[in-house]
């Protein structure tokens, strides 16, 4: 294909224009299935109609209907920022350096944002420099969220709306077999698929690990700040649905009524949910249904599920301390309520042993012991290190090579406040650093090389190891962890008190 300022490729549904831009050919807003909305609405997706005329291609579809969060100490630049929303929103977007006959890896991005807002189209997340640097095929996808996305009615309709709560992982399968069907004529390889998330992305990619309709569709995974261990049980599910109707004021028999409501009363009643969250973070997460989700997904991989899977897991060092900043009632925790915040997701009885091995931990590598840093120390473990390590752990007892890694640059923004916290290595990750942010300077802009040159590398070869870093071990019995921040380098078993403390206490549920 030349490089036509109006590129036009055909796929399953239909011939798409896209737009050659930067080195490379763009697509956005190509929609991957059937709007999910009237009668689709809780539906799990289906085929778009084909289309007899050329689609064009060169805008950012609509986005998930998602509240916009209000003012807050710290806004992550590049997030929040506002997008036409509609639940017409099944969309992706292709960064290619070529539609010819190349096959190159393809990399498939979820994006992150609590299962209750974001896109692919996120400023953030522009797959141009991947594409360039790494002659790879970048993908962003959009996906349904929140009460869209997420809200069990099965149970409480009697099947009349039969929505599992995990129709936006539904979507997300949906995306990967439109690129099972079409990435070649975009100059991909079908065969070499990698899916990488951060947060509700990683979490996303750790359901998709144990879930059947996903098998086959991926074959690596890069877990970023997040694992499947925020499925829910059932029962939790069902209640919060329970809740939706008792804030809408409806009747689960009353199905049209539910399917008449407008997406934004749907936004109205999940911001009030949202508020009653613990955290007030987000009401809903995937549900262990025991039909998408068979099981818990930590369970499934141990069993074998994610065989065939190379997997990429890791976590920021002080993911926590962001939303210990949205949160100004944590950032004066003393010893008495440090204890009793810790006993809402450590059993009672366990909660001091916690407490003090981290204390000793820490003084003994000369970091602050101060309550507040505590909490966030261990609720960062309890929410995103140990997940990503048992994950880890399953792989490589399953014989698959697994790689580990912990990110610990620190951000300058708010003085320091935020330490390696959470969504940081994503602007390092795409090359799309804020300064405020990420910082600034030649040692930032070396790591961020690194990064995505350990990213291209594993996406290629299924090994991170690379020029610009060196060799990247699999973790193996001695836990060998790639440390990303002011250096980078190889550790045996980093921060291993904090880790084996949590082998006594067992699978601990993350709070959010």
């Known amino acids: 294909m030349t490089k036509s300022t109006r590129p036009v ?13 930067k080195g490379l050919f763009v697509f956005r807003g190509i929609p991957y299935a059937a709007p999910p909305t009237g009668e689709r609405r809780w539906l799990p997706p289906e085929k778009h109609e084909p289309w007899d005329s050329v689609l064009e291609a060169r805008k950012f579809g609509t986005i998930c209907p998602q509240n916009i969060r209000g003012p807050a100490a710290f806004q992550i630049p590049g997030f929040d920022a506002p997008e036409p929303q509609s639940e017409d929103c099944l969309y992706l977007n292709i960064w290619t350096p070529g539609l010819d006959s190349r096959s190159r890896p393809v990399m498939v991005w979820i994006h992150g944002g609590g299962f209750i807002f974001g896109s692919g189209s996120q400023s953030t997340y522009r797959g141009d420099v991947l594409a360039s640097r790494g002659d790879v ?41 439109w690129v099972r069907d079409n990435i070649l004529a975009f100059g991909g390889d079908p065969g070499n698929v990698t899916v990488f998330g951060e947060s509700a992305g990683g979490m996303s990619i750790g359901c998709l690990m144990g879930m059947p309709k996903a098998r086959g569709l991926f074959h690596k995974a890069i877990l970023e700040s997040g ?3 925020m499925a ?13 109707l008792e804030v809408t004021g409806l009747r689960s028999d009353d199905a049209g009524g539910l399917r008449a409501l407008s997406f934004e009363r749907i936004l109205d009643a999940q911001q009030k949910l949202t508020l009653k969250a613990p955290g007030g973070v987000t009401p809903v997460a995937p549900v262990i ?4 989700i068979p099981e818990i997904p930590l369970d499934a991989i141990r069993s074998g599920s994610a065989r065939g899977i190379i997997t990429m897991v890791g976590n920021n060092l002080e993911e926590c301390k962001i939303f210990r900043i949205r949160r100004p009632e944590l950032q004066n925790v003393d010893e008495a309520a440090l204890v009793q ?3 809402t997701f450590v059993p009672a009885r366990h909660v001091a042993h916690v407490i ?32 990503a390590v048992r994950v880890v752990e399953a792989q490589c007892r399953n014989g698959q090579a697994a790689f580990h890694y912990i990110f610990t640059w620190k951000s300058p923004a708010l003085d320091g406040a935020l330490g390696a916290c959470h969504a940081l290595e994503i602007g390092f990750v795409f090359g799309i650093r804020d300064e405020q942010f990420c910082g600034s300077g030649p040692e930032s802009a070396k ?3 690194r990064v995505q040159d350990a990213w291209l590398s594993f996406a290629r070869n299924g090994n991170p190891s690379c020029k610009s870093l060196g060799d990247w071990p699999t973790y193996g019995d001695n836990r060998k962890t790639m440390t990303l921040g002011q250096e980078c380098r190889i550790e045996e078993a980093p921060y291993e008190a904090e880790r084996r403390i949590w082998d006594t206490i067992g699978d601990v549920q993350p709070v959010a």
């Open 227 to 229: 694992t499947g261990s």
């Open 341 to 343: 915040i810790c006993r």
């Open 137 to 177: 095929v970048v993908v962003t996808i959009n996906y349904r969220l929140g009460l869209l996305g997420f809200l069990n009615l099965n149970e409480i309709t009697g099947g009349e709306i039969p929505s599992t709560g995990n129709e936006g992982l539904l979507d997300q399968i949906a995306a990967l077999q």
């Open 289 to 292: 249904d025991g039909k998408v």
């Open 447 to 449: 790591l961020s090389r």
């Open 356 to 387: 003090d091995t981290y204390k000793k931990a820490r003084a003994g590598r000369g970091e602050s012991t101060s309550p507040p840093e505590l909490f966030a120390a261990i609720q960062t473990d309890v929410m995103f290190r140990v997940p």
């Open 9 to 21: 490729v055909g796929t399953t549904s239909g011939k798409v224009s896209g737009v050659y831009e």
């Open 232 to 244: 829910r049980p059932l029962a939790q599910c069902v209640a919060a649905s329970k809740s939706f």
